[in-house]
């Protein structure tokens, strides 16, 4: 059981590139979701699934596309890199879309854009 | 505007104090969760707040969601250096165009020197 697994660990983008962070869980989770972390900011949500096929937007999702067409898979899209989305990258999955269920957080991705 | 408050931002202190930590908000919550955030991982679960006046017990750490349930409580009794790491709290968003959302507090930097 591998949990939530998160590729590449480290990606460095020139400005106006794109690229998809890879997000994947195997505990067969209902409940997917992407946050960035800045210093100082906490977590904020970018976009999240409560299932395979439906996708909503979170904080702050401008910039960034997802899709899930499975239950195992949420990739995050940066369709044209910009400076302000050097961050790290976190996804995380729960069970159901209750929020009183424990999310479990993948080791993050640390993306910079020059 | 963040949700959820965190105090303070920072805190360093020696083996064996106690120490608080707070989580405050102007909006009532279904439920709280607090995380920990050790460097270079993802966030893990360290308890989930149901109840107003809940306390929850986690050997060292007791955690207390507020009669109102607008705040919560970190509570570490004779801190140790294993207790560093950055605490976060989250709270769902529960009803309207924002069902779904989790949203997190910048956290708490403890660091517990030997």
């Known amino acids: 059981n591998a949990g939530v697994t998160q590729t590449p660990k480290f990606q460095v983008l020139k400005t106006g590139q794109s690229m998809t962070l890879q997000c994947a869980q195997d505990?067969?989770?209902?409940?997917m979701s992407w946050y960035r972390q800045d210093p100082g900011m906490g977590l904020r949500l970018i976009h999240y699934s409560v299932g395979a096929g439906i996708t909503d937007q979170g904080e702050v999702p401008n910039g960034y596309n997802v899709s899930r067409s499975t239950t195992e898979d949420f990739p995050l899209r940066l369709l044209s890199a910009a400076p302000s989305q050097t961050s790290v990258y976190f996804c995380a999955s729960s069970s159901t879309w209750r929020l009183t269920d424990t999310q479990y957080f993948g080791p993050g991705t640390r993306l910079t854009v020059l | 505007t963040q949700l959820l408050e965190q105090s303070p931002q920072f805190l360093s202190i020696q083996e064996g104090e106690n120490l608080t930590v707070y989580c405050n908000s102007s909006s009532v919550f279904s439920s709280l969760q607090w995380y920990r955030q050790e460097p270079g991982e993802g966030p893990v679960l360290l308890v989930t707040?149901?109840?107003?006046?809940e306390v929850k017990k986690l050997k060292r750490l007791t955690f207390q969601f507020g009669d109102a349930r607008k705040d919560s409580s970190l509570h570490i009794t004779a801190a140790q250096p294993g207790d560093t790491g950055l605490y976060l709290c989250?709270?769902?968003?529960?009803?309207?165009?924002?069902?779904?959302?989790?949203?997190f507090g910048r956290g708490t930097q403890l660091t517990v020197w030997p």
């Open positions: 989250a709270g769902p968003a529960d009803r309207g165009s924002t069902l779904g959302r989790l949203y």
């Open positions: 505990m067969n989770h209902e409940y």
């Open positions: 707040v149901v109840t107003g006046g």
